[in-house]
């Protein structure tokens, strides 16, 4: 663990990682916790946790032995300091060893020139960023104007109904011009939807405040009162009369089909 403390430039939540792996190796650095375990210990999400064990294992602080039916095998495995070289090669050739300098042997080129990598920097720490786990659409549309577009019955316009949407909720709300184009969606569409007003059109227009139509009265047939079964209350009762043949005539309708 120490060499992690020394070593490691990640950022917090990486560095954490690695910590609660180191921390439960054995001595040969071998650990199997549970991803569960290890995204608990270093306060993130899971997924994070296995983006951050790519990075690991591309930087070589990490071996992963993904084992069937059991849990995968990890291994901390600090990477091997490369030599940092000072000054300049005071000897590119040995003279003692049997070179003929004047056989045309450029010294200079005998030796290869040390391939120098630039060593990690503990002061900046790698970022990894943790993946969104709300991803927003490309338009980056809100929830509500999501939920309004799908129930209004006609898609066209769409830009054109997003600009208007956002003027439209700071009058009336999200929450009732959803209502209002739920309940007058039948209504927009019942002559067809070339008859049906563009989105936008409905939002400048301020639709949502438009009063709902009383649905029409379907007509139904003549009722005769030979038809009627007859009253059998007192004559005089003209309220249970009246009762009598208003229930008649529904009778008569339903059986008709006129009503339901």
């Known amino acids: 663990m120490s060499e992690v403390w020394e070593s490691a430039a990640y950022d917090q939540t990486a560095l954490l990682v690695l910590l609660a792996l180191a921390d439960?190796?054995?001595?040969?650095?071998?650990?199997?916790?549970?991803?569960?375990?290890?995204?608990?210990?270093a306060r993130c999400s899971e997924r994070h946790v296995r983006a951050i064990f790519k990075v690991l294992e591309a930087d070589g602080w990490l071996a992963i032995e993904h084992r069937s039916g059991r849990a995968s095998l990890?291994?901390?495995?600090?990477?091997?300091?490369?030599?940092?070289?000072?000054?300049?090669?005071?000897?590119?050739?040995?003279?003692?060893?049997g070179v003929n300098w004047g056989s045309g042997v450029n010294?200079?080129?005998?030796?290869?020139?040390?391939?120098?990598?630039?060593?990690?920097?503990?002061?900046?720490?790698?970022?990894?960023?943790?993946?969104?786990?709300?991803?927003?659409?490309?338009s980056n549309d809100s929830e509500e104007f999501i939920e309004w577009w799908s129930a209004y019955p006609r898609k066209v316009g769409k830009g054109a109904a997003r600009k208007a949407y956002k003027t439209a909720v700071k009058k009336a709300g999200s929450p009732?011009?959803?209502?209002?184009?739920?309940?007058?969606?039948?209504?927009?569409?019942?002559k067809g939807a070339e008859f049906c007003p563009h989105p936008a059109t409905w939002l400048n227009g301020e639709r949502w405040a438009d009063e709902t139509e009383a649905p029409e009265t379907p007509a139904r047939s003549q009722v005769y009162e030979r038809d009627m079964r007859p009253f059998e209350g007192d004559p005089?009762?003209?309220e249970a009369w009246s009762e009598h043949r208003r229930a008649e005539r529904e009778r008569i309708w339903r059986e008709r089909g006129e009503i339901a």
Do not use: H
């Open 236 to 238: 005089d009762d003209v």
């Open 107 to 138: 010294p200079s080129s005998a030796t290869p020139e040390p391939q120098f990598r630039t060593p990690l920097n503990p002061s900046s720490p790698r970022t990894i960023k943790e993946p969104s786990r709300n991803r927003q659409s490309a």
């Open 176 to 190: 009732a011009l959803l209502a209002a184009i739920r309940d007058q969606a039948p209504r927009l569409m019942a």
């Open 74 to 97: 990890y291994t901390v495995t600090p990477p091997t300091p490369e030599p940092q070289f000072r000054g300049e090669v005071s000897s590119p050739l040995n003279p003692s060893s």
């Open 24 to 41: 439960q190796a054995n001595d040969r650095g071998a650990c199997w916790p549970a991803v569960s375990t290890l995204a608990g210990r």
